[in-house]
C-alpha cells in the first residue's frame, strides 16, 4: 500500500513539473520559466513604421487558442509590406504559454 501511494504521488509530481502549455522558443524551455524574444525572418524592405502583433495562448496545454501568424500581426498593425518579423515566447511553470508574432513593415 505504502509503495503504490509513493508511485503515485511521485507520477503526479513529474507529470507536474513537465508542464503541458509549452511554446517554441530556440533556446529551449525553462522549466519554471521562459521568456525569450527573437528573430523569425527578415526581408529586403528598407523602411517601416508600422507594428502589427498576433497572439497565441494555451493554458495547460488543455485550452489552447488565438491566431499567432504573420498574417494576423500584418492585419493588425495595417501592414502590407513586411520588414521583419520577430516573435517571444512566454511559459510559466508548464501552466500558462503565450507565443507572439510581431510583424514590422509598412
Do not use: W
Not at 33 to 39: E, L, M
Not at 74 to 79: S, T
Amino acid at each position: 500500500m505504502r509503495h503504490s501511494v509513493l508511485l503515485i504521488a511521485l507520477f503526479i509530481c513529474t507529470t507536474g513539473f513537465l508542464g503541458c502549455a509549452t511554446v517554441m522558443s530556440p533556446v529551449g524551455n525553462g522549466t519554471i520559466f521562459t521568456d525569450v524574444k527573437g528573430p523569425l525572418t527578415v526581408t529586403d524592405a528598407t523602411e517601416y513604421s508600422k507594428v502589427g502583433q498576433a497572439s497565441a495562448m494555451s493554458v495547460l496545454g488543455i485550452v489552447v487558442t488565438g491566431d499567432a501568424s504573420i498574417s494576423a500581426a500584418m492585419k493588425n498593425g495595417g501592414i502590407t509590406k513586411v520588414h521583419h518579423v520577430d516573435h517571444e515566447s512566454k511559459n510559466i511553470l508548464g501552466v500558462y504559454a503565450r507565443f507572439t508574432t510581431i510583424v514590422y513593415g509598412e
